[in-house]
């Protein structure tokens, strides 16, 4: 796995969540040297990542939100050598796994959407060990801080971020980073937004 993605977080801690084609380039342009690619195909994603790597930035295939592609071991072997990610994103477990063991970065994304699906994303974390966890949505700031005491891995806070002020929040709580689809947060100052020492 890379780690440059990991400590790039630590001086610009917002991703670029790219949900279109033509968001790529605003993406690259940015301040963000991370990105998300949320919506690809088989047909585009080889280019997209080598759009995103050859300017510098790490990035990451949302496995479940990819078309045409198989979500078995050869559907990750193809994308691992014909576009080579730096890694893959999903909310399964066989598919964290089957990537791990071909070289690629693993992102467990995880919804809050009850206290028994925090306890399921939790036990599925310790079991398969992701390199990083994604929990959604990333505005509940004491749930993010209650996650991050709970695995060993740094947590990403996603979804529904829209302004400077919930990006604050969710690295103050514990985020080492925060995935958004607002590219006006993508050029957020990382001074501004980075994380407090939790007491």
Do not use: Y
């Amino acid at each position: 796995m890379e780690d440059s993605w990991l400590s790039g977080l630590a001086e610009r801690p917002v991703i670029a969540a790219v949900r279109e084609e033509r968001s790529l380039r605003a993406a690259v342009d940015s301040a963000a040297v991370v990105v998300f690619l949320l919506s690809t195909t088989v047909l585009n994603v080889k280019q997209l990542v080598q759009e995103a790597r050859q300017n510098g930035r790490s990035v990451f295939v949302h496995l479940g939100l990819m078309e045409g592609l198989t979500k078995d071991h050869f559907g990750l072997r193809w994308l691992a050598e014909t576009a080579g990610p730096t890694g893959i994103i999903s909310t399964r477990s066989a598919a964290l796994t089957a990537a791990r063991g071909l070289g690629l970065a693993t992102v467990q994304r995880f919804f809050l959407l009850d206290s028994q699906s925090i306890h399921t994303g939790l036990d599925m974390a310790h079991n398969v060990k992701p390199d990083v966890i994604e929990v959604l949505p990333g505005l509940l700031p004491e749930v993010v801080r209650d996650v991050t005491r709970q695995v060993s891995q740094p947590v990403i806070a996603g979804g529904m971020i829209t302004s400077e002020d919930q990006c604050r929040r969710a690295l103050q709580a514990g985020a080492r980073g925060v995935s958004t689809s607002n590219p006006k947060l993508w050029q957020f100052n990382p001074k501004q937004c980075r994380k407090e020492v939790n007491s």
